[in-house]
Nanobody, 118 residues
């Protein structure tokens, strides 16, 4: 199993910045990808940004404002969020796709609330 612990959410005014962090622990051989999803009230969960082996993807609405980074030595992923907008308000979930000797699976964090006030 993989455990993901998030930190860094909170309340910020529009135009402000927040940094989310997530650290993975557990029984796995390697981490194939780490990233962030978010879910706003009444909406489906959506992928925000992900970093895998040799690739980085993010949704158009956060390009130029959000930056995802990984610290492989610490099994961690960070999301630097700048120029925040009210539409960024959501619960943000960290996820990781990990591999064991026999299989791979995805784990999820508990979620951290990001609220952007206009």
């Amino acid at each position: 199993q993989v455990q993901l612990v998030e930190s860094g959410g909170g309340l910020v005014q529009a135009g402000g910045s927040l940094r989310l962090s997530c650290a993975a622990s557990g029984s796995f051989f390697s981490i194939n990808a780490m990233g962030w999803y978010r879910q706003a009230p009444g909406k489906q969960r959506e992928l925000v940004a992900v970093m895998g082996d040799g690739y980085t993807n993010s949704i158009d609405s956060v390009k130029g404002r959000f930056t995802i980074s990984r610290d492989n030595a610490k099994n961690a992923v960070h999301l630097e969020m700048n120029s925040l907008k009210s539409e960024d308000t959501a619960v943000y979930y960290c996820y990781a796709k990990v591999s064991t000797t026999w299989t791979s699976y995805v784990g999820w964090g508990q979620g951290t609330q990001v609220t952007v006030s206009s």
